[in-house]
């Protein structure tokens, strides 16, 4: 059984960073591209980042603040995001869609199978 499952998140203030993991099971990530997303409250599914093997793309919002990776060994992608925003506080939702990419969609309808997700909250 595939499953995506998000751990990481938390209270931080301004500036602060955080990583977030997104262990994945049932599957490996040599054949799946991966994506982060997150939703804040009365707003629509946001794409952070994707990876595709090892070509990653990010959303314009995010760039130069938070960084995909990937571990295959275990299963593993993660969001490393730094200089973290109050706008930044949102449920933030790992996800996979079947196939590798040369350039990765950030488009929340590509993606097939979804974790629960984890509170960031960014707050002084």
């Known amino acids: 059984q595939m499953q995506l499952e998000e751990s990481g998140g938390g209270l931080v203030q301004p500036g602060e960073s955080l990583r977030l993991s997104c262990a994945t099971s049932g599957f490996s990530l040599d054949y799946y591209t991966i994506g982060w997303f997150r939703q804040a409250p009365g707003k629509e599914r946001e794409g952070l980042s994707c990876?595709?093997?090892?070509?990653?793309n990010y959303a314009d919002s995010v760039k130069g603040r938070f960084t995909i990776s990937r571990d295959g060994a275990k299963n593993t992608v993660y969001l490393q995001m730094n200089s973290l925003k109050p706008e930044d506080t949102a449920v933030y939702y790992c996800?996979?869609?079947?196939?590798?990419?040369?350039?990765?969609?950030?488009?929340?309808?590509?993606?097939?199978?979804w974790g629960r997700g984890t509170q960031v909250t960014v707050s002084s």
């Open positions: 996800a996979q869609v079947p196939g590798l990419f040369a350039r990765c969609e950030l488009r929340d309808i590509s993606y097939v199978r």
């Open positions: 990876i595709s093997s090892i070509r990653t």
